[in-house]
């Protein structure tokens, strides 16, 4: 059975590359038949690599032990959402998984789009062959996913009870969408600067599978800080750590060409920037794998013994260089129309917006590479802590929070100092004076005056908000929910942007608080005892002995009080799984809009004379808004998505 | 041309600013990372210094001592060992013949202080993040 998924990729590799060639040739408009033949290809791959991903699939639920994937990452007492994702735990599955969006994106590609824009979507088809052909080469001649155990396995091996967690079901997946969209939009601007139709950009084609990709993106990144939150015990939810900065570079530069095509659409500016954005964010997707299959250390964890890190470099160098060149081809064509805007009118803070958020990578990508670099060029081993990315990225990111709570003042063009804006104006030097004299007069801490700079674009969205809503109500005589609605569906794309800047302010406000704000405590305690942190106490009670198939495992019972009042019970454990020969802990949370309380069990001995056992306590305020910020992110992105531009749609050639 | 040599200039001052960030950052938070044998060949400079140390865990090392929360073990690698003191509860996956990162300093006492400890994972658990 698995032979035929090998074959099946196999032979997808062939019609991958007669799809570059025969869409290249068919761009012409004498060749239609090859224009139809290639888009023919691309969906005959995607039914080959679904053929191969469900035979694949086949061996995994039918616990067939004979395949190597199968045995090293899944077992027959595994359930079968976690069956599902031990494919993606595997170095080559993910990839393989990547591989088949890639080619899923690329049939959704050819089926939603017919003559129109037929030129561009023909060399955006053969780009995305390319990039398949790549990956089908990589997961079948350069590590065989289909490969065989040299002697079947009675049993497989397991999945890392760490990954057993409804999170790692997701984020994988996620973020595989958002960089396999980001691989469709940049073969979508690098058709259109080919065929010299850069008004293509404004195209609501390219918008929304922008849109897509910086939303699955996005939420993929939160959805792996929630599984760090909830199951590595540590308390926190992102370390810097280089496999967490692979994921968040593509998604900040994507931000950026989100934000410079916005601008794209009103004027005709910056186009060489913009395509160097889609072309960055495109290669640091590339080289989150890069990272995450060990081109780059990471202490905690990553692939190991990876094949592809070169390979990949290589794709990087090729992707980088073609672009330019093609950029030198077309330079006349990407030369701006208008002049650079002011810095005082929206515009202008797009721009700042999208200079920011590339500093903001460059230090991340710093940051992340520079232990490597000083390594290759013989300085020794040298590690940097988190302690470089806070001081350095926090600013960067808090002067990004100020520019949402700006921009909206500002409008379009030179800005003209109305009456109104000038209040605004007074509104915002007002919070820089209160933030200033707190922390001059040392009266709070500089974290107070954070605190009141995050409110600025709250406050401001909500404003902007009343004043429509009521105009509204005045003028059309609508009630104020109604007034409100039609408000928001009035101006999709920008009120949803407004929401997905709410949520970004959220996740900033939980992340400053928990981080400044948290306490944490540890001890031992016997039955019976009790630990307090801030105003909650835990009461130890028992802890009661379990044992299944794969784990024995310790379920401590804690009483929670809060302020002397009775609030719960609590059950944190600790389990020694026989085939890690380890010990994981699984937490338990209890969450308020307020705060967090996090309990993990670290130790205990697992003897029934004496059930002491070693408690970890934190006390995380405000973590919750953190996800509210995610769903912000989800609403306001698809709002925006919902916007169809008619005007500029269409067009056949 | 007035308008690009402002943004010239604009630039300039991102570019300094960044790079002066990064310098100050940079010198505040790193620090050596050396295994255990490489750590004692460099014992008089690396002293006092704020290192990472990479070793394995010792066979029959570890005490632990649950009432004060105090971890004591000893990291070893190319034959040498390296007695190390952490105060904090031991974190998941830690026992004899893991590899671990130690982050701390090399005290008087001949003891490596240890303010954390990260777990390499052995590539038997290759999967342990699939990003």
Same mark, same amino acid.
């Given at each position: 059975?698995?032979?035929?998924?090998?074959?099946?990729?196999?032979?997808?590799?062939?019609?991958?590359?007669?799809?570059?060639?025969?869409?290249?040739?068919?761009?012409?408009?004498?060749?239609?038949?090859?224009?139809?033949?290639?888009?023919?290809?691309?969906?005959?791959?995607?039914?080959?690599?679904?053929?191969?991903?469900?035979?694949?699939?086949?061996?995994?639920?039918?616990?067939?032990?004979?395949?190597?994937?199968?045995?090293?990452?899944?077992?027959?007492?595994?359930?079968?959402?976690?069956?599902?994702?031990?494919?993606?735990?595997?170095?080559?599955?993910?990839?393989?998984?990547?591989?088949?969006?890639?080619?899923?994106?690329?049939?959704?590609?050819?089926?939603?789009?017919?003559?129109?824009?037929?030129?561009?979507?023909?060399?955006?088809? %053969?780009?995305? *062959? =390319?990039?398949? +052909?790549?990956? #089908? !080469?990589? /997961?079948?001649?350069?590590?065989?996913?289909?490969? &065989?155990?040299?002697?079947?396995?009675?049993?497989?091996?397991?999945?890392?009870?760490?990954?057993?967690?409804?999170?790692?079901?997701?984020?994988?997946?996620?973020?595989?969408?958002?960089? %396999?969209?980001? *691989? =469709?939009?940049? +073969?979508?601007? #690098? !058709?259109? /600067?080919?065929?010299?139709?850069?008004?293509?950009? &404004?195209?609501?084609?390219?918008?929304?599978?922008?849109?897509?990709?910086?939303?699955?993106?996005?939420?993929?990144?939160?959805?792996?800080?929630?599984?760090?939150?909830?199951?590595?015990?540590?308390?926190?939810?992102?370390?810097?750590?280089?496999?967490?900065?692979?994921?968040?570079?593509?998604?900040?530069?994507?931000?950026?060409?989100?934000?410079?095509?916005?601008?794209?659409?009103?004027?005709?500016?910056?186009?060489?920037?913009?395509?160097?954005?889609?072309?960055?964010?495109?290669?640091?997707?590339?080289?989150?794998?890069?990272?995450?299959?060990?081109?780059?250390?990471?202490?905690?964890?990553?692939?190991?013994?990876?094949?592809?890190?070169?390979?990949?470099?290589?794709?990087?160098?090729?992707?980088?260089?073609?672009?330019?060149?093609?950029?030198?081809?077309?330079?006349?064509?990407?030369?701006?129309?208008?002049?650079?805007?002011?810095?005082?009118?929206?515009?202008?803070?797009?721009?700042?917006?999208?200079?920011?958020?590339?500093?903001?990578?460059?230090?991340?990508?710093?940051?992340?590479?520079?232990?490597?670099?000083?390594?290759?060029?013989?300085?020794?081993?040298?590690?940097?802590?988190?302690?470089?990315?806070?001081?350095?990225?926090?600013?960067?990111?808090?002067?990004?929070?100020?520019?949402?709570?700006?921009?909206?003042?500002?409008?379009?063009?030179?800005?003209?100092?109305?009456?109104?804006?000038?209040?605004?104006?007074?509104?915002?030097?007002?919070?820089?004076?209160?933030?200033?004299?707190?922390?001059?007069?040392?009266?709070?801490?500089?974290?107070?005056?954070?605190?009141?700079?995050?409110?600025?674009?709250?406050?401001?969205?909500?404003?902007?908000?009343?004043?429509?809503?009521?105009?509204?109500?005045?003028?059309?005589?609508?009630?104020?929910?109604?007034?409100?609605?039609?408000?928001?569906?009035?101006?999709?794309?920008?009120?949803?942007?407004?929401?997905?800047?709410?949520?970004?302010?959220?996740?900033?406000?939980?992340?400053?608080?928990?981080?400044?704000?948290?306490?944490?405590?540890?001890?031992?305690?016997?039955?019976?005892?009790?630990?307090?942190?801030?105003?909650?106490?835990?009461?130890?009670?028992?802890?009661?002995?379990?044992?299944?198939?794969?784990?024995?495992?310790?379920?401590?019972?804690?009483?929670?009080?809060?302020?002397?009042?009775?609030?719960?019970?609590?059950?944190?454990?600790?389990?020694?799984?026989?085939?890690?020969?380890?010990?994981?802990?699984?937490?338990?949370?209890?969450?308020?809009?307020?705060?967090?309380?996090?309990?993990?069990?670290?130790?205990?001995?697992?003897?029934?004379?004496?059930?002491?056992?070693?408690?970890?306590?934190?006390?995380?305020?405000?973590?919750?808004?953190?996800?509210?910020?995610?769903?912000?992110?989800?609403?306001?992105?698809?709002?925006?998505?919902?916007?169809?531009?008619?005007?500029?749609?269409?067009?056949?050639? | 041309?007035?308008?690009?040599?402002?943004?010239?200039?604009?630039?300039?001052?991102?570019?300094?600013?960044?790079?002066?960030?990064?310098?100050?950052?940079?010198?505040?938070?790193?620090?050596?990372?050396?295994?255990?044998?490489?750590?004692?060949?460099?014992?008089?400079?690396?002293?006092?210094?704020?290192?990472?140390?990479?070793?394995?865990?010792?066979?029959?090392?570890?005490?632990?001592?649950?009432?004060?929360?105090?971890?004591?073990?000893?990291?070893?690698?190319?034959?040498?060992?390296?007695?190390?003191?952490?105060?904090?509860?031991?974190?998941?996956?830690?026992?004899?013949?893991?590899?671990?990162?130690?982050?701390?300093?090399?005290?008087?006492?001949?003891?490596?202080?240890?303010?954390?400890?990260?777990?390499?994972?052995?590539?038997?658990?290759?999967?342990?993040?699939?990003?």
């Amino acid at each position: 059975m698995i032979e035929a998924g090998r074959i099946a990729l196999i032979i997808a590799l062939p019609v991958a590359v007669f799809s570059v060639l025969s869409s290249v040739i068919g761009a012409r408009a004498a060749y239609g038949r090859l224009y139809k033949s290639a888009r023919y290809g691309v969906i005959i791959v995607f039914g080959l690599y679904t053929l191969a991903l469900a035979l694949l699939l086949y061996a995994f639920f039918t616990h067939d032990f004979s395949v190597r994937i199968v045995a090293e990452h899944a077992s027959r007492d595994l359930p079968p959402l976690y069956t599902l994702s031990a494919l993606y735990a595997d170095k080559a599955g993910s990839m393989f998984l990547w591989g088949w969006l890639i080619s899923l994106f690329s049939a959704l590609l050819v089926l939603r789009t017919q003559e129109e824009n037929r030129r561009v979507i023909s060399y955006a088809i %053969a780009i995305l *062959a =390319v990039i398949e +052909a790549f990956y #089908i !080469a990589l /997961v079948t001649f350069l590590a065989d996913i289909f490969a &065989r155990q040299p002697s079947p396995a009675v049993d497989g091996f397991g999945l890392n009870p760490l990954l057993q967690n409804f999170g790692m079901i997701i984020h994988p997946p996620l973020l595989y969408l958002g960089f %396999a969209g980001f *691989a =469709v939009v940049f +073969a979508l601007v #690098i !058709a259109a /600067v080919i065929t010299r139709r850069s008004e293509m950009w &404004r195209d609501s084609l390219i918008r929304r599978w922008s849109l897509v990709a910086w939303g699955t993106l996005g939420v993929g990144n939160l959805v792996g800080m929630w599984w760090s939150y909830n199951e590595l015990g540590w308390g926190g939810y992102w370390a810097w750590d280089p496999v967490e900065n692979a994921g968040l570079m593509p998604w900040l530069l994507g931000t950026a060409f989100l934000h410079s095509m916005t601008m794209g659409r009103q004027r005709h500016y910056l186009k060489a920037w913009s395509l160097s954005l889609i072309v960055f964010t495109f290669v640091f997707t590339l080289f989150s794998p890069f990272i995450t299959h060990g081109g780059i250390e990471s202490p905690l964890h990553g692939f190991y013994g990876s094949p592809f890190p070169p390979f990949i470099l290589a794709a990087i160098i090729v992707v980088i260089a073609g672009s330019y060149v093609l950029l030198y081809l077309r330079r006349r064509d990407l030369k701006d129309e208008e002049r650079p805007p002011s810095l005082l009118s929206r515009e202008g803070s797009f721009l700042l917006t999208n200079i920011i958020l590339v500093v903001l990578v460059f230090v991340i990508f710093a940051g992340t590479v520079l232990p490597r670099v000083v390594e290759v060029l013989g300085g020794g081993k040298i590690a940097l802590d988190r302690g470089f990315f806070d001081r350095t990225c926090g600013p960067i990111m808090l002067l990004l929070v100020l520019l949402m709570g700006v921009c909206p003042l500002l409008g379009w063009g030179k800005m003209a100092w109305n009456s109104a804006r000038r209040n605004i104006i007074f509104f915002f030097l007002a919070v820089v004076v209160v933030s200033a004299a707190i922390l001059i007069s040392g009266v709070g801490n500089w974290y107070i005056a954070v605190v009141v700079l995050c409110g600025l674009p709250l406050f401001v969205v909500f404003r902007e908000w009343c004043r429509g809503t009521m105009a509204r109500h005045r003028s059309k005589r609508e009630n104020f929910v109604r007034g409100f609605l039609s408000l928001i569906g009035g101006n999709r794309a920008r009120y949803g942007g407004f929401l997905a800047h709410i949520g970004i302010v959220l996740i900033a406000l939980g992340i400053i608080v928990s981080s400044f704000y948290g306490i944490e405590k540890a001890a031992t305690l016997d039955i019976g005892e009790s630990m307090s942190a801030g105003k909650y106490k835990l009461t130890y009670n028992e802890l009661v002995f379990k044992q299944d198939n794969v784990k024995v495992s310790a379920v401590a019972s804690m009483t929670v009080s809060e302020n002397g009042k009775a609030a719960g019970t609590m059950r944190p454990s600790y389990a020694y799984w026989f085939n890690y020969n380890d010990f994981f802990a699984e937490v338990a949370v209890r969450t308020t809009t307020a705060e967090d309380l996090f309990v993990s069990l670290v130790w205990t001995g697992f003897d029934p004379a004496d059930r002491s056992a070693t408690f970890r306590l934190l006390v995380n305020p405000l973590i919750v808004w953190i996800w509210v910020g995610g769903a912000f992110f989800i609403i306001g992105g698809a709002l925006s998505f919902s916007f169809e531009e008619k005007r500029l749609s269409g067009g056949k050639e | 041309m007035v308008m690009e040599k402002k943004y010239l200039i604009g630039g300039a001052i991102v570019l300094i600013a960044v790079i002066y960030l990064l310098y100050l950052s940079f010198g505040s938070s790193v620090s050596y990372y050396v295994t255990v044998s490489e750590f004692y060949d460099r014992i008089t400079e690396l002293d006092n210094a704020n290192i990472r140390v990479a070793g394995i865990i010792t066979d029959n090392s570890i005490e632990w001592d649950a009432e004060e929360l105090e971890l004591k073990f000893t990291l070893t690698e190319g034959g040498i060992n390296m007695p190390v003191i952490y105060n904090g509860a031991q974190p998941a996956g830690f026992k004899a013949g893991s590899n671990l990162l130690v982050e701390g300093k090399y005290g008087s006492d001949s003891v490596f202080q240890a303010t954390q400890l990260i777990l390499k994972c052995p590539s038997k658990y290759e999967s342990i993040d699939i990003e």
